[in-house]
């Protein structure tokens, strides 16, 4: 039987309507759902770590500029995913004591922390917990015998809070992290006080006002009187680019465009470090090559001039590298770090490089391969610590024989290597050959 043409038309109506019905429940689900789906480029490493037992991920360091250096990082237990650390002396391999410093409730996970030291015997932590229905930073002090205190939120709004970072400077310390309180990720900002208190309301970083999404930010240090925060940025015209904005005492300056048109920049992470009080050196994942590169400008921050992009690795082939992280001495000697593949046929089972630099910004000699082994197993997601005597703490996590482990390598600037690869994670517990 056919239907007359009044009808097919309610049909299609009623068709029409529906879909616009599930569209319209869809989008807020889609939004509420956001920060648990946003990808960020090590997420995968960090799923596949967190899924067994002991293994560790999520590596972060701070040094006092003494010769101490904190280490944090996220390991996986029986019911919940916690945070363990250490204490390292400069050049220290050996007799390493690991201690917990969170205890999350049944299938709660502390990821993502971020360490400052307060000062020569404190530092502070701020990390993202992930619970059933949603994520929230938290912070803790701990004391150089390392007992932590109770947990505080670093941010009462209700909100999604996520990626954490802090980073000290003449005033106290910084915390900034990814936020979406307005719909969609923000970068806000809090100050904190000596003891790692919030003091004054948090603020948004990003100047526009608009839909647009902001990445994960980073944060450098070694400037004394402000931070330089970076972050991935799709204002405008929705395409990715990458901003920075100079944060001290008396508020934040007009975000700057760093580069542009970059290829899955969501999914990058830059990392910036000051030359010197008014000049900065920022690293990303560039794909103007076809392929994903290393590259990085100098930045004036006083005029806002940047130098042409230059890539960093010298590799000549199409493998991936990514994941910069940088720091210096605080007197303008840099090292960059970062994932690379050059050896790697399936971009897989990499290795860590590394890039030296001088006061002036100019390369010194070429890259470094940090890990001391050749054979092909997964190294990922590389943190460094650099103190003012030049001695630079390089971390990543690597899984080898089922196992994900934080491995380490001392070095003292420019490019001399203190004793082999070492494990970090494990303690006093087992012995290593190195990685």
Same mark, same amino acid.
């Given at each position: 039987?056919?239907?007359? !043409? ?22 807020? =689900? ?18 596949? #770590?967190?899924?067994? /037992? ?13 010769? *101490? ?6 390991? +996986? ?5 916690? =945070? ?20 999350? !409730? ?5 990821? +993502? ?22 994520? @929230? ?28 970072? =802090? ?15 307005? !719909? ?53 015209? =929705? ?10 005492? @008396? ?11 970059? /290829? ?5 992470? #830059? ?16 794909? /103007? ?6 590259? &990085?400008?100098?930045?004036?921050? +006083? *005029? ?6 230059? /890539? %960093? ?15 210096? *001495?605080?007197? !303008? ?8 593949? +050059? ?14 630099? #001088? ?24 943190? %460094?610590?650099?103190?003012? #005597? ?12 089922? &196992?994900?482990? %934080? ?29």
């Amino acid at each position: 039987m056919c239907k007359s !043409g009044a009808g097919i038309v309610i049909v299609a109506l009623r068709t029409v309507f529906s879909r616009m019905r599930i569209v319209t429940l869809f989008i807020p =689900l889609l939004l509420l759902s956001t920060p648990r789906l946003v990808a960020q480029e090590e997420d995968a490493d960090a799923r596949a #770590a967190s899924s067994a /037992r002991g293994n560790a991920w999520h590596v972060c360091v701070d040094d006092n500029g003494h010769g *101490d250096f904190f280490v944090v990082w996220s390991e +996986r237990g029986d019911e919940a995913t916690r =945070l363990r650390a250490c204490f390292l002396r400069q050049g220290q391999r050996e007799n390493i004591t690991v201690f917990d410093v969170s205890e999350p !409730g049944d299938g709660v996970e502390d990821v +993502r922390p971020s360490v400052s030291w307060l000062d020569e015997r404190r530092v502070l932590l701020a990390w993202q917990r992930n619970e059933a229905s949603h994520r @929230r930073v938290w912070l803790a002090r701990v004391d150089s015998d390392g007992e932590a205190t109770e947990p505080t939120l670093l941010d009462d709004h209700p909100s999604n809070t996520m990626a954490p970072v =802090l980073q000290r400077d003449a005033h106290g310390v910084l915390a900034l992290w990814q936020d979406f309180r307005n !719909g969609n990720f923000d970068v806000y900002c809090r100050r904190l006080d000596a003891e790692g208190a919030p003091c004054g309301e948090a603020w948004r970083v990003n100047d526009d006002s608009t839909r647009a999404l902001q990445g994960v930010p980073r944060a450098s240090r070694d400037n004394g009187d402000a931070v330089l925060a970076v972050w991935a940025d799709n204002r405008v015209d =929705l395409a990715w680019k990458f901003y920075y904005a100079a944060i001290n005492a @008396r508020g934040v300056s007009r975000n700057a465009l760093l580069d542009s048109a970059q /290829r899955k920049a969501m999914t990058t992470l #830059a990392s910036a470090v000051w030359m010197s009080a008014d000049s900065a050196m920022v690293f990303w994942k560039d794909y /103007r090559e076809g392929h994903s590169n290393i590259y &990085r400008r100098l930045v004036s921050v +006083r *005029d806002g001039g940047l130098s042409p992009a230059q /890539r %960093i690795n010298d590799d000549t082939g199409e493998q991936w590298q990514r994941l910069p992280v940088t720091d210096s *001495d605080g007197r !303008g000697h840099v090292l960059c770090c970062w994932e690379d593949y +050059r050896n790697a046929p399936s971009n897989q089972r990499g290795d860590v490089y590394a890039q030296v630099f #001088a006061r002036d910004g100019a390369p010194r000699g070429g890259n470094l391969r940090i890990n001391d082994r050749e054979d092909r197993i997964a190294r990922k997601v590389p943190a %460094i610590s650099m103190d003012a #005597a030049g001695y630079a703490l390089i971390l990543w996590h690597q899984g080898e024989g089922g &196992r994900f482990r %934080i491995m380490g390598q001392w070095l003292r600037y420019p490019d001399e290597r203190v004793g082999a690869n070492f494990c970090v994670s494990c303690g006093e517990e087992e012995e290593d050959d190195g990685g």
